[in-house]
């Protein structure tokens, strides 16, 4: 519905009358019946709008009001063909309409762009519509100081009074410099009727602004609190919104950079906020790790933001115009994103994706405004930053659901870790114990080695020494005597040398078997070294003898096979006795000379060792 068909619908018999006591009259001049005819009562309330059944587009955007004059004398205006927007064009567009206060009082009207993007303003009337040149009215810019506004108010306001009966031609030129969209329209207010509006409008925007702000610090406490990263980059997020709308809906502008504003504020404030989006979206919806195809799209979404941050800081307007564009479009795959991971078991990533979707649904309903596809209302003017506030909330709500998720998860790996403890536990005991017996078997083992000979298996010398020494003093003590035989086989030497080292050893095993056939169990029985070999019996020296020369017989029935035969060898014995023996050293040596006696005689023999016979006294 057009502007003129607005007036006539808040307005039902105003057309007819008003043109039927005016033609009466004399009082409607005949350039207004092709001009756009406005007809103000002084109780305006913004719901009726000028500006888009006459509006002409300058293409290089450097026309004067002259020329505009003239291209409206021309008929070059013509009426705006979208719901509202011109649509991202380049150049400059101008509106032409006429007011007219029919009332026998002045009327005072605050003329308002809907919008918040237009870089410039200028307005231009002439008193006596149809002839006369055109004087500005006013001239209004985003990056002139605040200050210089007529009226203090977020988006440009156009004041102007009319007497009682007055027409005013006006021209207003709408720029965006180099490319934008543009809405060639304001809305009509009378002061008092603005202020209220403007306070409640500002209220709603309060609330809003305090709600991101309070989401942000409570995602930060949250974060301190739990260490997860996901409040941090929450909260960055919150913040970030606060400062994208507000210097996209100008209060930046209206508070903060009173002198020194810039256009391209909006986009660096809205490109950091898409950043902080899609980093908090990747994190908290896992995709690198769960979606990476997806994932790869929003990095590309991330690297669109970085340029439109770039284009923005260098103000490449056209870049910055394009790349949020794309931004706006790529949005809806943050929602796949979320939907995926939903079907992959996460609830939280159902409800992020029902914010999420909010949000694209609010700017989408911004990019159709902007196309000029659906008309410009207070509705679809602050749904989006209203779908952002509510898309937090959500996410909020989603939060809250992962952070009770990853408790439930914690008191589940806790408990498992206890479990696995207690398992742990048992195992490691099961585990000591089994150690602990490999130990003592290990300890067991060496001990054993250490004390016996390896070829042989018998004593070694060293234990051999100390079971013959702990014998002696048993017998001792039974008073009982000890003999100990020393062994030598025979030409062993020979037998090595001959035969080889391996029918020597072998020689050397079945000795120690037929000795330990022949011995008892208390008998102590070990190897010296090399060839030789001690035993240790307890008793007379009588039976030690005829122990001797029994081992000796039973050596020679030896047979050791080898390459070149039956191998048969011999043993030589020596014997020492001692009746009241405490050392055994004194055996040892005894019973080595008696061995070295029995080499000396022949061999195959056994010798026993008698003490010399002490030599007489001298006369």
């Avoid at 509106?95 to 009207?109: D, E, I």
């Avoid at 070694?460 to 003093?473: K, L, P, T, Y």
């Amino acid at each position: 519905m057009n502007d003129k068909k607005r007036i006539f619908t808040a307005y039902p018999f105003s057309r007819g009358l008003f043109f039927l006591l005016a033609v009466l009259l004399g009082a409607l001049p005949a350039p207004l019946l092709a001009s756009e005819l406005i007809v103000v009562t002084g109780e305006e309330n913004g719901s009726r709008r000028t500006g888009q059944l006459e509006t002409w587009h300058d293409h290089t955007d450097s026309s004067g009001v002259e020329e505009a004059a003239r291209a409206h004398a021309e008929g070059a205006f013509k009426p705006l063909k979208s719901a509202g927007s011109t649509g991202l064009k380049r150049g400059a567009f101008w509106s032409h309409f006429v007011l007219h206060n029919p009332s026998p009082r002045p009327v005072t009207l605050n003329l308002e762009y809907v919008d918040h993007q237009l870089i410039e303003l200028a307005a231009y009337q002439r008193p006596t519509p149809g002839t006369g040149q055109y004087h500005g009215l006013a001239r209004l810019s985003m990056q002139a100081p605040f200050d210089q506004r007529p009226i203090d108010h977020h988006r440009f306001i156009l004041p102007l009074e009319l007497q009682p009966g007055q027409h005013r031609e006006l021209l207003v030129r709408f720029s965006s410099a180099e490319a934008g969209f543009v809405f060639p329209s304001m809305r009509i207010w009378t002061p008092d009727n603005l202020r209220k509006t403007q306070l409640l409008e500002n209220s709603v925007i309060a609330f809003l602004f305090g709600g991101f702000f309070l989401m942000a610090v409570f995602s930060l406490v949250c974060g301190v609190s739990t260490g997860e990263r996901t409040f941090y980059f929450y909260s960055v997020y919150a913040l970030s919104k606060v400062a994208a709308w507000g210097t996209i809906l100008g209060f930046t502008h209206q508070y903060l950079l009173r002198e020194q504003f810039q256009w391209h504020y909006m986009s660096i404030t809205g490109a950091v906020s898409i950043l902080c989006g899609l980093a908090f979206a990747r994190l908290f919806l896992q995709s690198r790790r769960y979606t990476p195809r997806l994932d790869r799209v929003l990095v590309l979404m991330m690297a669109n933001a970085a340029l439109l941050l770039i284009g923005a800081t260098l103000q490449l307007k056209v870049v910055a115009l394009v790349t949020i564009t794309v931004a706006l479009l790529l949005y809806p795959v943050v929602t796949l994103v979320a939907i995926a991971r939903w079907r992959q078991g996460s609830g939280a990533a159902a409800v992020f994706a029902l914010a999420w979707g909010l949000l694209v649904t609010g700017l989408f309903t911004q990019a159709l405004r902007d196309l000029g596809v659906v008309g410009h209302n207070l509705f679809n003017y602050y749904w989006p930053p209203i779908a952002s506030f509510t898309e937090m909330l959500t996410i909020m709500a989603a939060m809250g659901i992962r952070v009770r998720s990853l408790g439930q998860e914690k008191r589940t790996a806790e408990q498992q870790y206890r479990q696995q403890l207690e398992r742990s536990k048992a195992e490691l005991e099961a585990m000591v114990c089994e150690r602990t017996h490999e130990l003592e078997a290990a300890r067991q083992r060496a001990e054993l080695e250490a004390r016996t000979d390896p070829l042989t298996g018998i004593c070694n010398r060293r234990s051999f020494i100390d079971e013959a020494q702990r014998q002696i003093h048993l017998a001792r003590h039974n008073g009982r005597g000890c003999s100990l035989l020393m062994f030598d086989l025979d030409h062993f030497k020979a037998i090595n040398d001959s035969h080889g080292h391996a029918v020597g050893d072998e020689a050397l095993r079945r000795f120690t078997r037929c000795m330990l056939d022949n011995i008892r169990e208390t008998d102590v029985f070990g190897r010296l070294g090399g060839e030789e070999f001690g035993l240790l019996v307890t008793g007379s020296r009588q039976n030690a003898q005829q122990t001797a020369e029994r081992l000796r017989a039973a050596v020679t029935t030896i047979t050791v096979p080898s390459p070149a035969g039956i191998l048969t060898f011999t043993t030589s014995i020596g014997l020492a006795h001692k009746d009241n023996c405490n050392n055994l050293e004194t055996l040892l040596v005894e019973a080595d000379r008696a061995l070295y006696q029995a080499k000396q005689e022949g061999r195959n023999r056994v010798a026993d060792y008698r003490e010399p016979a002490p030599e007489p006294a001298p006369a």
